[in-house]
């Protein structure tokens, strides 16, 4: 299976902040790489898909970037709304793998 | 809009069989790949597997040989079963609704814990 490996676990952010998460497969997956967003209770939500893309109806303060083995999501302006858990997954190959996830709290 | 929602019990004792059944509404089942996926309480996201609307399917095989997962398309439902159960298997159980690269619709998942 690949691995898929996300830094930091946690972080502290402020509303407003700039924040950064990155994933890192154990072998390349090409762009076969989204974002979720999990708050408690709830379901996943999909923000990124195939590396880049945003989701339809995803606010575009969130972008992702990366191919190969290294990925990023960014979100440019911390929003209340934004505190949550997110995860990565690679859809390379089967099966599926998903990141360990990055809690978002407030600062 | 498409939406999934999972059914089934939320206690299962050791060594008895799991059985779930994700009702599909606001669409048609054929087409995607229709996924089971569970969350331990406070860890990570794992994949069970899927089934194509036509029949085919994948199981990750860490739970292969105790995964079954069917589809009914004149109810619009999938079914996930799993046997031998253990307290490891305590989970909220997601089904959605996946295309080759990503997952689109999920359920509200549904906990079920093993425990006697």
């Known amino acids: 299976d690949i691995q898929m490996t996300q830094s930091p676990s946690s972080l502290s952010a402020s509303v407003g902040d700039r924040v950064t998460i990155i994933c890192r497969a154990s072998?390349?997956?090409?762009?076969?790489l989204n974002w979720y967003q999990q708050k408690p209770g709830k379901a996943p939500k999909l923000l990124i898909y195939?590396?880049?893309s945003l989701q339809s109806g995803v606010p575009s303060r969130f972008s992702g970037s990366g191919s190969g083995t290294d990925f990023t999501l960014t979100i440019s302006s911390l929003q209340p709304e934004d505190f949550a858990t997110y995860y990565c997954?690679?859809?390379?190959?089967?099966?599926?793998?998903f990141g360990g996830g990055t809690k978002v709290e407030i600062k | 809009q498409v939406q999934l929602q999972e059914s089934g019990p939320g206690l299962v004792k050791p060594s008895e069989t799991l059985s779930l059944t994700c009702t599909v509404s606001?669409?048609?089942?054929?087409?995607?790949?229709w996924s089971w996926i569970r969350q331990p309480p406070g860890k990570g996201l794992e994949w069970i597997g899927y089934i194509y609307y036509s029949g085919s399917t994948y199981y990750n095989p860490s739970l292969k040989s105790r995964v079954t997962i069917s589809v009914d398309t004149s109810k619009n439902q999938i079914s996930l079963k799993l046997s031998s159960v253990t307290a490891a298997d305590t989970a909220v159980y997601y089904c959605?609704?996946?295309?080759?690269?990503?997952?689109?619709?999920w359920g509200q998942g549904t906990l079920v814990t093993v425990s006697s």
């Open positions: 606001g669409g048609s089942i054929s087409s995607y790949y």
């Open positions: 195939v590396a880049s």
């Open positions: 959605a609704r996946a295309t080759t690269v990503t997952v689109e619709y």
């Open positions: 997954q690679q859809s390379y190959s089967a099966p599926s793998t």
């Open positions: 072998q390349s997956i090409s762009s076969y």
